[in-house]
């Protein structure tokens, strides 16, 4: 499990992450930002990524209206990110804090128990990148 410095901060961050595609909207490291999640799949992603510590990908959709996004929908470059807290709202959506940690380029998605998961290799914070 590769380690990632941020600031002051030590992150473990996983080789395969829970993906949850973002509709209209890219997100960026160092942005922390609420997010209504209402999709079967974008649930179930963010329910594994709870139970295993909370770390998240966050990948832009390149057609906003594909309602179940595969592989082929997603963008190969997200931010890896840690779930802050996760709250059950009515209705069956829940509402995510998020703290973007780090880019990542996406080597391989690969469907898992009703969501996509992502395999990862973390990209240099170098500026100039």
């Known amino acids: 499990m590769p380690q990632f410095s941020r600031d002051a901060d030590l992150f473990d961050i996983p080789d395969r992450l829970p993906v949850l595609p973002l509709r209209d909207l890219v997100f960026f490291p160092y942005a922390v930002m609420p997010l209504l999640v209402g999709r079967h799949g974008s ?3 963010v329910e594994a990524a709870v139970a295993d510590g909370g ?4 990948v832009a959709q390149r057609r906003g209206d594909v309602q179940e996004p595969a592989a082929g929908d997603l963008e190969r470059v997200g931010v890896v ?8 709202l009515p209705g069956g959506t829940t509402k995510v804090l998020v ?5 990542a380029r ?6 898992s128990g009703g969501q996509l998961r992502a395999a990862v290799e973390l990209m240099s914070t170098d500026v100039g990148d």
Do not use: E, F, H, N
Request: no cysteine; hydrophobic share 60%.
């Open 106 to 111: 996406v080597t391989r998605y690969a469907a």
């Open 81 to 88: 990110s840690r779930i802050l807290q996760a709250t059950k």
């Open 99 to 103: 703290d973007g940690i780090a880019r």
């Open 43 to 45: 649930l179930a992603a």
């Open 55 to 58: 770390m998240i990908l966050l």
